[in-house]
């Protein structure tokens, strides 16, 4: 076995009212991939940041060496002086900054007169790109042209641009497509036979099998057990480990009698943004119905979320069509028309469109519904804050309290206030695009929960997913979209993942 080089000891860390870590214990060794695993909250995304050296997380007990050298760093500086480097969770590139000026940002290169020697600068950086063998980014592209997953390449070639020894991975994956994760996993396999330790965090637990070598479980702020190799433990054992119960089924499904139709679209079409004359959604027509969840599936770029974008009023005159939610026809110009109309979404990107970060949980419940808490010109501030901690109960969000900035939930319990937001607005029709995304599989399971029970209440609701399992899982019918255009229409009971597939990728007769 490799030599070892972190040990991190007894590690806490207190936030006020959360125990955040508590006597936590984790080794790592030289080139291999170690996984962190755990549900929402558990304290991954902490740990990480106190091994890194984030500002604010100095104060921890316990002691971290590097290399067998006790260490404490008061900033990510100092952590890179060490080879430590982070890739955040949510990215941390400089959006208006080219590609080249992001890798080397505290390290411009300078000729005599002081002036930013950009030659060598786009060198550097095609060096670097070309060592990741990757040939399709332009070092002077500006970072906010490139796809999520281009912009996670250009954070790894920072990294090693900073000789990281140790590399940790904070949800790499979570945006990323098929392709762009087969990528990723690539420079990943390079790295380690170069020796290089990875922290790897995921709650994509097939993901363990292909890229880690062992694996640790973190539960409620306390490690569980010790590593173990991945080769060694099943996925359900590891669920078990990290849920604390075995979880009887994933994909809880129930059915319901189908009722009256809530959503009927004819031909509805989305221009394409930046190309006048082509549409992003073209011709799409469906009804859905009280009583099913209907799901979306295809691969990334079909135009799913930006149909839904769009029957949610958020292009304006961009899209058109017949749309009639519960027998009235509407117009849609404005979410403000959906919402009025009934429709709630649950959009993919929770950061743009879902929450104001540095407002507290009764804010962002509250944001979509506050024409309900106005009573005689007055907002009633005891009634939001009831609600609020309705939806943190009812949906299992873990927070000392509904006083907390979104900022510091997790990631996961930032997209539970998300769904409660818009549960708020007592939708008729609810459209879920990506709603598990970075969610834990014990809360992925409570979500279904959630929706079984709005569905039975009488709530249609449509959703996007990615993962074939879980559009299948909890589906009753299957939209499949191809190009823009609807593919397929499949009773999800007398189809398959491999027929969904084939109508996604165009290859269906
Ligand atoms: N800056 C902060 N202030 C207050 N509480 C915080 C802060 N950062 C994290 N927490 C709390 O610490 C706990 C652990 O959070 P952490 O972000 O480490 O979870 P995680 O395991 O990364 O979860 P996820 O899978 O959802 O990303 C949570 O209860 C969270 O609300
Ligand atoms: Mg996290």
């Known amino acids: 076995m490799n030599e070892v080089i972190l040990e991190m000891k007894d590690i806490g860390k207190e936030f006020p009212g959360v125990r955040a870590l508590d006597n936590v214990t984790l080794t790592a060794r030289k080139g291999e991939v170690l996984a962190l695993v755990g549900e929402n909250g558990a304290g991954k995304s902490t740990l990480m940041k106190v091994l890194s050296g984030v500002w604010a997380y100095p104060d921890y007990e316990g002691e971290i060496k590097v290399r067998g050298e006790v260490c404490r760093f008061k900033g990510t500086r100092d952590a890179e002086k060490a080879r430590v480097a982070i890739i955040y969770q949510e990215l941390n590139l400089i959006q208006d900054l080219s590609v080249a000026e992001n890798i080397f940002l505290d390290r411009q290169f300078t000729n005599k ?65 098929d392709r762009e994760t087969d990528e ?12 290089v330790c990875m922290i790897y965090i995921s709650h994509k637990m097939e993901e363990l099998k292909q890229i880690a070598d062992r694996v640790q479980v973190l539960r409620d702020g306390k490690t569980i057990g010790s590593e173990v190799p991945v080769a060694e433990v099943t996925i359900d054992e590891i669920i078990s480990r990290m849920v604390g119960r075995d979880l009887k089924t994933l994909y809880p499904k129930h059915t319901a009698q189908r009722g009256k139709k809530i959503l009927e679209v004819h031909g509805f079409e989305v221009d394409h943004p930046l190309l006048p004359g082509e549409k992003v959604v073209r ?6 119905y009280q009583g099913e969840i209907l799901g979306i599936a295809g691969l990334m770029g079909a135009g799913r979320s930006e149909l839904v974008m769009g029957l949610f009023g958020a292009w304006g ?11 009235r026809e509407i117009v849609l110009r404005s979410p403000k028309d959906a919402i009025d109309a009934g429709i709630a979404l649950v959009t993919e990107d929770r950061k743009l469109l879902g929450l104001l970060l540095e407002q507290d949980i009764v804010f962002n419940t509250t944001l979509a519904s506050l024409n309900r808490f ?7 501030q005891d009634g939001e804050r009831k609600t609020a901690e309705h939806y943190v109960k009812e949906l299992g969000v873990k927070t000392p309290t509904v006083d907390a900035r979104i900022a510091n939930l997790s990631g996961g319990n930032q997209q539970k206030v998300v769904i409660g937001k818009w549960l708020n607005t007592q939708p008729k029709l609810l459209i879920l695009d990506e709603p598990t995304r970075g969610i834990d599989i014990g809360a992925k399971v409570e979500i279904y929960k959630l929706m079984n029970s709005l569905m039975e209440k009488g709530v249609a609701i449509v959703m996007i997913s990615s993962e074939l399992p879980e559009v299948m899982g909890m589906s009753d019918r299957v939209l499949v979209m191809c190009e823009g255009k609807l593919s397929a229409d499949l009773i999800c009971g007398e189809t398959s993942k491999e027929r969904v597939m084939e109508y996604a990728t165009g290859s269906a007769r």
């Open 283 to 288: 011709d799409v027509s469906f009804d859905v």
């Open 113 to 177: 007169l002081g002036i930013i020697d950009w030659d060598r600068l786009r060198a550097e950086t095609i060096k670097i790109l070309s060592e990741l063998h990757i040939k399709d980014i332009d070092p002077m592209q500006s970072v906010k042209e490139l796809t999520v997953g281009k912009q996670q390449m250009v954070e790894i070639a920072k990294a090693l641009t900073l000789k990281a020894e140790i590399l940790i991975l904070d949800e790499p994956t979570s945006a990323l497509t």
């Open 374 to 380: 106005v009573k005689m010109g007055m907002l009633d």
């Open 317 to 327: 005159k961009s899209a058109r069509g017949k749309v009639v939610v519960d027998g």
């Open 184 to 195: 990723l996993f690539r420079v990943i396999r390079r790295l380690k036979n170069d020796g």
